[in-house]
C-alpha cells in the first residue's frame, strides 16, 4: 500500500440534537464511543440489507430435497417447547435459574 491510499474514510452527518442525545446515551449505556456505536449500527444495517439481496443457487436436486425438507410436518423440538413455557422475567412466576 502506497502512502497516498486511505485505510479509513470519514463520514460527516447533521443530525437532530434529540438524534444525537438518543445515539449519544444508547452508547454509554454500551460503553462505546459515539462513533464506535453509529459505525457499528451502520455496518449491522448495511449488511442485513446486503444478505436480504444475497440469490441462493442450487441445483434441480438441491432444490427438490429443500422443497422436501420445508413440506415435512414440523417437528417439536423439546428444549424450545420448554422454553417457550417458562414465564419472561416480567411475568408472575418468573424464578430465575441458578
Known sequence: MTSTER???PIAMRLPAADVAMIDRAASLRG????????DAAVRAAEEV????GLVRMSPEGFADFMDVLSRPAVPVPEMVEL???????????????
Open 7 to 9: 485505510k479509513e474514510y
Open 32 to 39: 462505546r464511543s459515539r462513533t464506535d456505536f453509529v459505525r
Open 50 to 53: 446486503v444478505m436480504e439481496q
Open 84 to 98: 417457550a413455557k417458562r414465564p419472561a422475567p416480567w411475568e408472575p412466576g418468573y424464578v430465575a435459574k441458578q
